[in-house]
């Protein structure tokens, strides 16, 4: 079974800095879909940035953009430029690629509180 | 488009009781999946449906369980209400092609006395 885990539970930021929330997983898959999601306080879960696996190139959105090292299986979100409202708890999450589609569940970390300073 | 519509929002039940949420998911989304989310074990996986069918089942009790409808909206019922229900439900819809990317509903808010 799939693993995903966020090691720090809280972090901090000033305003308009860069913080960089990390995300290390598991799997002996080699095709495979990774996500960053963010639930602000009202709890709606926003997608903020998709990673395909078979992908080389890191995905960006905006300010937002991940580091992903599959060998090290690490899916890190680097959010620049930084605003109040990014602040919001932030979800790693995971998801088999299955043509049969049998798995299309999304397996999540226990995510990371992001604090946002002015 | 719309996004996903959870209904209720929040909801008060007693232990013992039984409850029945809702989910529509965006137009044209085939596949509905629900999730709960606690404080202690986070967001963990309940089931998922596609052409009101389930073909994925997260680790839950028989007390939970769900289903879907020709037009793709879906209901999860859980019987015999505990205290350890108490939780948001997040509905997730999304087409139904190779790694689709899941969007959220608002999430219903049960709490169980």
């Known amino acids: 079974a799939q693993t995903v885990t966020q090691s720090q539970p809280e972090m901090s930021v000033q305003e308009a800095e860069t913080v960089t929330l990390s995300c290390t997983y598991d799997?002996?898959?080699?095709?495979?879909?990774l996500f960053w999601y963010k639930q602000p306080p009202s709890r709606q879960m926003i997608l903020v940035i998709r990673q395909e696996a078979y992908k080389q190139q890191n995905a960006t959105e905006n300010r937002f953009s991940v580091n992903f090292q599959k060998a090290a299986k690490s899916f890190s979100l680097k959010i620049s430029d930084s605003q109040l409202g990014d602040a919001a708890m932030y979800f790693c999450?995971?998801?088999?690629?299955?043509?049969?589609?049998?798995?299309?569940?999304?397996?999540f970390g226990k995510g990371t509180l992001l604090t946002v300073n002015p | 488009k719309a996004g996903v519509t959870q209904t209720p929002r929040y909801l008060i039940k007693t232990r013992g009781q039984q409850v029945t949420l809702s989910c529509s998911p965006i137009?044209?989304?085939?596949?509905v999946s629900w999730y709960q989310q606690t404080p202690g074990q986070g967001l963990q996986f309940l089931f998922e449906?596609?052409?009101?069918?389930?073909?994925n089942k997260g680790n839950f009790p028989g007390r939970f369980s769900g289903r879907q409808f020709s037009n793709s909206r879906s209901e999860m019922n859980v019987s015999t209400l505990e205290l350890g229900d108490s939780a948001l439900y997040l509905c997730a819809s999304s087409p139904i092609t190779r790694g689709e990317t899941q969007y959220f509903g608002p999430g219903t808010r049960l709490l169980v006395l």
């Open positions: 999450a995971y998801r088999s690629v299955d043509s049969g589609g049998s798995n299309y569940k999304l397996t």
């Open positions: 449906y596609f052409s009101e069918t389930q073909r």
């Open positions: 137009s044209g989304h085939r596949s």
């Open positions: 799997t002996s898959e080699s095709d495979y879909y």
